[in-house]
């Protein structure tokens, strides 16, 4: 294993009976970045991340963490590792703070508690009441602040901001920045598009356990079309005659009217100049917006393609048998 990688994937595959939850994943996440495992409910993630974590033994191929081999002996690894998972409980009868200093003992780390409350805004009286007392936000806080404790090498989180209001949302972002700053990496999955385009330097999008996709975050939208979203807001609702004629505009596509409002597609800058020309002429343009396209496009469109990439690979494979 490179010792630039935190984590290395080779061929990394993973059967429950007929079911691959995990298809032949090759993948590099580098020292001290963050990267976004991108994918809907189902997709894989959560088995990948335990696959990870030597929770669950690969039917093929291997997985490594800071070169060690996670299926044959995992425990050098593990106490550099810190983990948010997606299902977890809590000691109803035990306070935050009694959570929090017994994952210490575990972890057989030094760190202060009332740090680690703090890193994920939960004060000192909420930390000494019972955990089964809290909101699902704040047991996702608390579970959080373990996952901290030791200050960990890897930070593995699973749907991290999964019953979170907005403020918790933030607080996390937050974190995993300031996590990133100091060096820490960061292995996190979400089918929340706006938390990986916001915090990620690279992104894997998933697809029934597939990996159909992996690039930066910037590198990844320009693999759209160049779309973007042209909304006109007219004096005049323009005629159908005028509609037509914007229609007609070479690169624009799904031409709409709604009342003062005209919207279209654009797949070439040259168009919008077109167009908001062609259409000031007639109705007088008071104003324009755009839109461009964003990371939900493109997960949308990369999962769409490895659809039909699989259905014309059936469809040969039925016309040779």
Do not use: W
């Not at 990394?12 to 994918?39: E, H, I, P, Y």
């Not at 999964?162 to 100091?182: H, M, Q, T, Y």
Request: glycine share 8%; proline share 4%.
């Amino acid at each position: 294993m490179s010792t630039q990688n935190a984590i290395e994937m080779v061929a990394l595959t993973k059967r429950f009976g007929s079911v691959t939850a995990v298809d032949g994943v090759d993948l590099a996440v580098r020292s001290g970045s963050v990267f976004g495992l991108l994918g809907p409910n189902g997709a894989g993630k959560s088995t990948m991340i335990d696959l990870v974590l030597g929770l669950k033994t690969p039917t093929e191929g291997q997985v490594s963490v800071f070169g060690t081999n996670m299926t044959s002996d995992p425990r050098p690894a593990r106490h550099r590792i810190g983990v948010l998972p997606e299902q977890y409980d809590v000691y109803d009868g035990m306070s935050g703070r009694e959570h929090i200093r017994t994952f210490l003992r575990l972890k057989d780390a030094d760190d202060d508690p009332e740090r680690l409350c703090d890193a994920v805004g939960l004060s000192g009286k909420a930390c000494d009441r019972p955990a089964g007392d809290y909101s699902k936000g704040m047991q996702q806080r608390l579970v959080l602040a373990t996952a901290l404790a030791g200050d960990p090498d890897l930070l593995i989180l699973d749907e991290p901001t999964s019953g979170l209001d907005p403020e918790g949302i933030a607080l996390v972002r937050e974190c995993i920045r300031d996590r990133a700053a100091d060096g820490t990496t960061i292995f996190f999955s979400s089918h929340r598009l706006a938390e990986v385009e916001a915090v990620c330097d690279r992104v894997g999008i998933v697809n029934d356990g597939r990996l159909v996709s992996i690039d930066d975050v910037d590198a990844l939208a320009d693999r759209s079309s160049g779309s973007e979203r042209l909304r006109l807001f007219v004096d005049d609702a323009p005629a159908a005659e005028l509609i037509e004629r914007v229609r007609s505009v070479d690169d624009v596509r799904n031409v709409t009217e709604d009342g003062h409002t005209l919207s279209l597609d654009c797949t070439a800058p040259a168009a919008k100049a077109d167009v908001i020309e062609l259409v000031n002429h007639t109705c007088s343009v008071r104003d324009f917006e755009l839109d461009g396209t964003d990371l939900e496009t493109v997960f949308d469109a990369t999962v769409e393609h490895d659809r039909s990439s699989d259905d014309m690979t059936g469809d040969a494979t039925e016309a040779v048998e």
